[in-house]
């Protein structure tokens, strides 16, 4: 148990996630919710916008996660012509 901080409810997994959604602001759940991780009790502090970086502010890690991406693919393709003997 504890605090898990700002996070979406996306981030967690469906029981979870589909109580969270149904809280207002300093509400916590009736009855204790089931996940594969155990039973909780989950209360919602607070809610906050989530504010979307500029694509200034996006762009380096676009281009890491393109390069990468790029990277991974050909990893895979001479994996995929390699003879090992």
Do not use: C, M
Not at 60 to 76: D, K, Y
């Amino acid at each position: 148990g504890g605090e898990l901080g700002w996070s979406s409810p996306g981030n967690y997994v469906k029981p979870f996630s589909d109580a969270l959604v149904k809280l207002a602001k300093g509400q916590y759940t009736a009855a204790p919710i089931k996940s594969n991780f155990g039973w909780h009790v989950i209360q919602l502090d607070d809610i906050r916008e989530r504010k979307l970086p500029s694509f200034d502010e996006a762009k380096n890690e676009l281009a890491q996660n393109a390069q990468r991406q790029l990277i991974e693919r050909h990893l895979g393709e001479l994996r995929n012509k390699a003879k090992v003997e």
